[in-house]
């Protein structure tokens, strides 16, 4: 139980154009979900916390308006980097929880990289 | 500051022998301390889920254990294999009231079990 389903494993991108990757829960509702990035050989990184019916909550240095977060059911997050650039290659994983601060359940992640 | 420190940073074992990873933290208050697996390009995975009075959890090959008044934890895995090259995080969680869960991740230790 507890599947987090993520899509794209991977995308190559141009530099501006706006990609989506998203993250599903296949077997449970997932009232909060969490985005993270990691560089090559760095720790996850949290961006943004995703709750389902209301805005995200994005953490400091996070541009919200370039990394847009939609929650709009309780199995689909969505993070749309929006004008991507090439700083913006990076491993986005996401992860859900039913519970806050308990069953975290990872995404494969998604392999960006933009050229 | 909650921090999480890992170590050794890398590590490289031949197969069939033993291997220990150690982390520290200074994260307060305390909710619990996972293990994750994460193999290059993919999402962790959970090994081990410990709360405050729990002093050893095991999944198989791996044991981890706890010592909640040095604030130290250790994953210990048995007889390594192959598959078990990978990047091993400690992610301790900081429960604060009961509000959503704070994961402070641990940088990894990369481990490169050889034939």
């Known amino acids: 139980g507890a599947v987090v389903s993520q899509h794209p494993s991977w995308v190559i991108c141009k530099s501006g154009t706006s990609v989506k990757i998203e993250c599903r829960s296949l077997d449970f509702q997932a009232t909060t979900m969490f985005w993270y990035r990691q560089f090559p050989k760095q720790s996850l990184m949290l961006m943004a916390t995703s709750n389902e019916g209301s805005k995200a909550t994005y953490e400091q240095g996070v541009e919200k308006d370039k990394f847009l977060i939609n929650h709009a059911s309780l199995t689909l997050s969505t993070l749309t980097v929006t004008s991507a650039h090439p700083e913006d290659s990076s491993f986005y994983i996401c992860?859900?929880?039913?519970?806050?601060?308990?069953?975290?359940?990872f995404g494969s992640g998604t392999r960006l990289t933009v050229v | 500051k909650n921090q999480v420190e890992q170590s050794p940073q890398s590590l490289i074992i031949l197969e069939g022998k033993n291997c220990t990873l150690q982390c520290n933290y200074t994260v307060s208050p305390f909710s619990n301390l996972r293990w994750y697996k994460q193999d290059t390009g993919r999402g962790p995975v959970s090994l081990t889920i410990?709360?405050?009075?729990?002093n050893t959890k095991s999944n198989g090959r791996y044991t981890a254990t706890l010592d909640a008044d040095t604030k130290q934890s250790s994953l210990h895995i048995t007889a390594s294999q192959l598959s078990d090259s990978a990047s091993y995080i400690c992610?301790?969680?900081?429960?604060?009231?009961?509000?959503?869960?704070?994961?402070?991740f641990g940088k990894g230790t990369k481990l490169s079990v050889k034939p």
């Open positions: 410990m709360t405050f009075s729990e």
């Open positions: 992860s859900a929880s039913v519970r806050p601060g308990y069953g975290y359940t």
């Open positions: 992610v301790v969680s900081a429960d604060y009231g009961g509000s959503q869960g704070n994961l402070i």
